[in-house]
């Protein structure tokens, strides 16, 4: 995995709008440009969201080859978001927990980051919902489904 990566967690109302627009950014880059995808990324439940992204420094992405229409998508100078998932508390949408939106930067794929931003999830979860090994039961009933 790429070295220098952090992962932050926040509540809609806490997003900078610097942040907002990076996830917004990240988000239509993977699904509308990338995978095509003709529904709307906004959908109106970001507010009800908890926010994870994971972030890295600009210069630990530099001898990376650049993509092609896929630009880094930037915090500010320093800081590239190459991550990004939300989580919904229980009973929002279903009994448990739901995760949704998860993305990782093309540039940072095969690093290792996808795995990174999972394991960060579940724990996420656990921390703020459930005990860790309740949310890592889960999450792996669902991966074996």
Request: charged letters at 15%.
């Amino acid at each position: 995995m790429l070295r220098g990566a952090t992962v932050h967690i926040s509540p809609f109302k806490d997003l900078t709008v610097g942040v907002l627009d990076a996830l917004h950014q990240l988000r239509q880059q993977v699904f509308v440009v990338e995978q095509k995808c003709p529904y709307p990324d906004a959908d109106g439940a970001d507010s009800a969201a908890t926010h994870v992204w994971i972030t890295l420094p600009v210069a630990a992405l530099q001898d990376l080859p650049p993509i092609k229409d896929a630009p880094l998508v930037l915090i500010d100078e320093t800081t590239a978001m190459v991550g990004v998932a939300r989580m919904f508390p229980p009973a929002y949408k279903h009994k448990g927990a739901v995760l949704g939106r998860i993305a990782c930067h093309q540039a940072v794929r095969g690093s290792g980051m996808g795995k990174y931003l999972m394991s960060s999830l579940i724990t996420k979860v656990g921390e703020v919902w459930y005990t860790p090994t309740t949310a890592q039961g889960v999450l792996l009933s669902l991966i074996h489904i």
